[in-house]
């Protein structure tokens, strides 16, 4: 199903659309960062998941527009992306993961409908490290007789995925506040340190989380360098 379809279809129940506000209206209470006309937070509705894994279509596929199988690629996309949000948000064992997006406020004349306003979205997992382990993916050689104990302090990361903002919001800081935000999020439940891979020729992603304060981790593995991609790493 198209977004646009999607928006109509529900558009055209009037119930679903009350008790999508309801909800609304309930995510106000949660942790979140207000900025400007925008807040970042936690994504809690199917409908806010939905419009993410759109957005990250739409990211995934904004220079190959003259494809002419973009669109029926993109659904496809989308729809494999809300199945593995979907996934994600039931916690596995250790491993604890959220999907964040930056919704639009309303405002007191017009009272928007959750799933229209989401302009960014990212995951962030928190995650063990495994034994021996300095940083994500690092190939250790497990001692024979180990401890699996996990409550070492610190012993977890955090990890950022999928940063996207719609083009027509960005270069309005919403990239950075829901990193900001997403930095205190992993933090909060236990990460020493907060990591994210970056495109070598990704320019305006790598200005961004320099800007912030992730550094290039120079062990990270020759695999790396391959795949043409830096590992940054964040301590707070
Ligand atoms: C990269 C991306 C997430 C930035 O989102 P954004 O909301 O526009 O970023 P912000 O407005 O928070 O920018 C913060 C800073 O990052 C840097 N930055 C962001 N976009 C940039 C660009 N196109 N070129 C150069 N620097 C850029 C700037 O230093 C900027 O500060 P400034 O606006 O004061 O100069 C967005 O362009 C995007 O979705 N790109 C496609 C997906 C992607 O590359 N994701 C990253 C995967 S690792």
Redesign the pocket.
């Known amino acids: 199903m198209k977004k646009q379809e999607f928006h109509k279809q529900i558009a055209s129940q009037p119930r679903r659309l009350l008790q999508l506000q309801q909800q609304a209206d309930h995510v106000q209470n949660m942790k979140h960062r207000d900025f400007g006309q925008f807040v970042a937070r936690e994504a809690v509705l199917d409908e806010e998941y939905w419009t993410a894994a759109w957005l990250r279509a739409e990211?995934h596929w904004?220079n190959r527009t003259d494809d002419r199988f973009a669109d029926s690629y993109k659904k496809k996309f989308a729809e494999q992306e809300f199945n593995a949000l979907k996934r994600q948000s039931e916690t596995k064992l250790g491993q604890k993961s959220a999907c964040i997006v930056t919704v639009k406020k309303e405002n007191a004349n017009e009272r928007h409908i959750v799933l229209k306003s989401v302009v960014?979205t990212l995951d962030v997992s928190i995650c063990p490290f495994l034994l021996g382990e300095t940083f994500p993916g690092e190939k250790v050689k497990a001692p024979i007789f180990h401890s699996t104990d996990r409550k070492e302090p610190k012993s977890q990361y955090g990890y950022i995925a999928?940063?996207?903002?719609a083009?027509s919001?960005?270069?309005?800081?919403?990239?950075?506040?829901m990193?900001h935000f997403s930095i205190d999020f992993a933090v909060s439940d236990g990460a020493g340190q907060v990591y994210?891979?970056?495109?070598r020729n990704?320019?305006?992603?790598q200005?961004?989380?320099e800007?912030i304060g992730f550094k290039v981790v120079e062990l990270a593995s020759p695999q790396l360098s391959r795949d043409k991609m830096y590992l940054l790493c964040y301590r707070p």
């Not at 999928?162 to 903002?165: A, F, G, I, P």
């Open positions: 990211t904004e960014g999928n940063l996207c903002v083009k919001a960005r270069r309005q800081g919403i990239a950075r506040n990193l994210v891979h970056v495109h990704n320019i305006a992603a200005e961004l989380y800007k």
